[in-house]
């Protein structure tokens, strides 16, 4: 009788065990749908960028913005264009030749509060008669084997004449002369009208010997002067330097003669 109630009460027992721990039993895990939504990088939603292709050649390593064709191309219509205006012989532009533009070497804002007195190398002239000590820059050569008068003029920036002071050295001047166009000239508040260009040579006599330069001259028709004025064009090319110090001199070239 007790043997059989332990028996039966081992058996519950074993069935709860069982029961509970589901030993011996196989089962299948159903999936569950996920809740977690996918993460989309930032550089999937990018709209795709196209790749860009220069229209004139279709390659899509030979972008507008690097072309050398492109550079080369326009170089060579200025080139072409040059050389057609060269070959008209007439310029659409007019160039203001004028005395009046000034060149200043030191910006006058650098000017500071410190100034020193120029010294004198000569003695000073009375007050009031400082116009009475300049010395002229008029100097003698030959033109064609005539004498005539050639102003050093640092002040002019080209060279000229007037016709008939140029009648007097050189009665043929109208003959060899070069044209000139799309030229305006000036002197302070007066307009000057060229006639052209005369090409001509400059023969300056030194006693260790004369210097011939080669010059060109624009021939006015309202000046009035009866000097050449060679101006400072042709004084910077042949290097001829003007000195006033103690007696006036001037020098032509590296040798300084």
Avoid at 12 to 40: F, Y
Avoid at 55 to 62: E, I, L
Avoid at 143 to 162: I, Q
Avoid at 198 to 208: C, E, I, W
């Amino acid at each position: 009788m007790c043997r059989t109630l332990f028996n039966r009460r081992l058996h519950q027992c074993l069935e709860v065990i069982i029961t509970r721990t589901r030993i011996g039993k196989t089962w299948t895990r159903i999936p569950m749908e996920s809740k977690m939504v996918a993460k989309t990088s930032r550089e999937d939603n990018r709209p795709e960028i196209p790749v860009l292709k220069f229209h004139k050649y279709g390659s899509a390593s030979h972008l507008a913005n690097t072309c050398t064709k492109k550079t080369k191309i326009n170089e060579a219509q200025v080139i072409e264009e040059a050389q057609c205006t060269e070959e008209k012989g007439k310029s659409d532009l007019d160039y203001a030749v004028s005395e009046d533009t000034p060149v200043e070497d030191y910006p006058i804002e650098n000017i500071t509060a410190f100034f020193e007195d120029a010294r004198m190398c000569k003695t000073k002239p009375a007050r009031g008669k400082g116009h009475t000590t300049g010395a002229s820059c008029i100097t003698s050569s030959l033109m064609n084997n005539t004498e005539a008068k050639v102003n050093l003029d640092t002040g002019t920036f080209f060279n000229c004449v007037g016709k008939d002071y140029l009648q007097t050295v050189l009665p043929g001047w109208k003959n060899p002369l070069l044209p000139i166009e799309g030229v305006k000239f000036s002197s302070a508040s007066n307009n000057m009208y060229p006639l052209g260009i005369l090409d001509t040579n400059l023969v300056f006599p030194h006693p260790a010997g004369s210097v011939r330069m080669k010059t060109e001259i624009v021939v006015m028709d309202n000046c009035t002067f009866q000097h050449i004025i060679l101006g400072n064009d042709y004084l910077n090319i042949y290097g001829i330097d003007i000195n006033n110090h103690k007696d006036r001199y001037f020098t032509i070239g590296e040798n300084k003669r």
